[in-house]
């Protein structure tokens, strides 16, 4: 059926895959799948592995031993193919914000271990005299995730230890030649949440949002290869699209409707408005109840 409310679905399906906690000093910092937890007891120094957990080793203390550890075995799985290749970016480690890591893991090993996940997400949009027109991107085919499928004008991974306004201003430029003083014309406009499980493995990710309004005359360029080709749609076009087909990559229908509601094209009085608005900022649960904290 179409609608706007069964991409929110999608992305918070209810989760009963078994998954494994990954504990650090007591907290779930992840998630992993039992047979992905196999693999990790061949790094004995590093987790403890048993039927109901992985646990980070007590023996690895501090942000740096921990996170030089993980590097190691990121680039062990993804040399063996169990991952893939290790891609040296990043990602934190946290039971609450990016801030609060307590150690670090590569980007391409992040889904496997079930990790928050952060990233950012920027609406470039034009206004005319006949409305707000977007600017959408499509995949390069060759992307390893959601080939030729429509994606918001910017999108990308939010790496730890890079300030957001930075990693906006670098991913603008990569993806859509955006210069970077108007980059920082950008207007934080909140957050969207999820968990979802995906091939990889359980997916919890918050994107940070962003809306750019950009010069009638300014045409995006993509600069790293990650985009086929941008087009500029009435927003009315726009919506369409994701309410009635799955043209575009799963999480960009998110920021979208959180675009149409805050730009009030979305409207109250709308069937599925209130199912949208609480819809849009889900906990980052696990499939399972368990505290949070190991007593």
């Known amino acids: 059926m179409p609608g706007f409310y069964r991409h929110i679905a999608a992305c918070n399906p209810p989760l009963h895959e078994v998954f494994l906690p990954w504990r650090i000093d007591g907290r779930i910092v992840g998630w992993v799948r039992p047979a992905f937890a196999g693999e990790l007891r061949r790094f004995a120094d590093v987790f403890i592995v048993d039927a109901s957990a992985v ?4 023996t690895l203390r501090d942000f740096a031993g921990r996170s030089a550890a993980l590097v190691a075995i990121a680039q062990d799985l993804g040399g063996r193919g169990v991952t893939p290749p290790y891609m040296d970016e990043p990602y934190a480690v946290t039971a609450a914000g990016r801030d609060d890591a307590v150690c670090v893991i590569d980007r391409a090993a992040a889904a496997h271990f079930g990790v928050r ?39 990308g991974g939010l790496p730890y230890g890079v300030a957001l306004h930075d ?96 730009h009030g094209l979305l409207e109250p009085h709308s069937d599925e408005y209130l199912d949208l608005v609480l819809g849009l900022r889900q906990p980052l649960k696990g499939p399972e109840h368990v505290p949070d904290v190991i007593a």
Not at 55 to 58: E, V
Not at 133 to 140: D, E, I, L, Q
Not at 188 to 198: L, N
């Open 55 to 58: 646990t980070l080793a007590p």
């Open 117 to 155: 996940s952060f990233g950012q997400h920027l609406n470039g949009y034009v206004s005319r005299d006949d409305g707000i027109h977007m600017w959408v991107g499509r995949r390069a085919r060759d992307r390893l995730l959601f080939p030729g499928a429509l994606d918001n004008m910017v999108a």
């Open 167 to 262: 990693n906006l201003a670098k991913e603008c430029a990569e993806e859509a030649g955006v210069a970077v003083e108007t980059a920082r014309r950008a207007v934080p406009v909140g957050a969207i949440s999820y968990s979802r499980v995906a091939r990889r493995g359980l997916r919890r990710d918050v994107l940070y949002c962003y809306d750019l309004e950009l010069p009638v005359d300014f045409v995006p360029r993509n600069t790293d290869g990650e985009v086929e080709e941008f087009m500029l749609l009435p927003i009315r076009k726009v919506a369409a699209i994701v309410r009635d087909t799955d043209e575009f990559k799963l999480n960009c229908n998110l920021v979208i409707i959180d675009f149409l509601i805050r």
